[in-house]
């Protein structure tokens, strides 16, 4: 158990619709990444905060953002879900940013139907 | 562009024997590199990492080998157990870039 959670585990919805994907981070880390993972795909980079701020971002496509709150629960929004959004989420975690290690959530699998 | 990626994209390990996993990367720049394994339907794993002013890195069953002259990084595991079933992805990351670059990955199949 890395200590980061993800909530939810599975989540199945229909084209055009927008779902909410939540993570905390591990107790003490600022910095939470989001990453999506397709069927036999690495691991893609969207985005990252840190302690409230966006740090950097990746490959994340204009209907989805994200944003990490005050208690630094983060959480990533997915709109005008298409088929190919099908994918697992993770959510990962850090003391810092720079060469730090990063710990993953269990992931979030989402299915667009 | 930066990129990493894996020699072979899949590989079969007798059970006890020792496995060693590939990676390439591109950036002179990376100076922090990471192994994650990945077990199916859960997330990535933290194996070990290493830092540029490394050439090799030994933890409990695996090491890790830094080779900068050719940008090449390898994980060693040693005496393989069917639980080491996973996907394997390196990373790299270097000063000023916040976020990792991850391989596509390598899948290891332990043979009984």
């Known amino acids: 158990d890395s200590g980061v959670t993800q909530t939810p585990k599975h989540l199945i919805t229909a084209t055009g619709q927008r779902v909410t994907l939540r993570c905390s981070p591990r107790?003490?880390?600022?910095?939470v990444y989001w990453y999506q993972q397709s069927l036999d795909q690495g691991l893609q980079f969207l985005i990252q905060y840190y302690n409230g701020e966006e740090r950097a971002k990746g490959n994340i496509l204009e209907r989805f953002s994200a944003q990490q709150f005050p208690d630094l629960h983060s959480e990533l929004n997915l709109s005008s879900l298409e088929l190919g959004d099908s994918a697992l989420y993770f959510c990962a975690s850090s003391v810092e940013v720079y060469r730090e290690t990063q710990y993953f959530g269990p992931g979030t699998r989402l299915l667009v139907l | 562009g930066e990129s990493v990626g894996l020699h072979l994209p899949t590989l079969s390990v007798q059970e006890g024997d020792n496995s060693i996993i590939n990676c390439a990367y591109s950036n002179s720049a990376s100076d922090y590199f990471i192994w994650y394994k990945q077990e199916s339907g859960k997330g990535p794993q933290f194996i070990i990492d290493i830092r540029s002013n490394m050439d090799k890195r030994q933890g409990q069953r695996v090491t890790v080998l830094l080779n900068k002259t050719v940008k090449h990084l390898s994980l060693q595991i040693a005496a393989t157990q069917p639980g080491d079933s996973a996907v394997y992805f390196c990373?790299?990351?270097?000063?000023?870039?916040?976020?990792?670059?991850f391989g596509t990955g390598t899948r290891l199949t332990i043979i009984p």
């Open positions: 107790s003490g880390d600022l910095s």
């Open positions: 990373a790299e990351n270097n000063f000023g870039n916040e976020k990792l670059t």
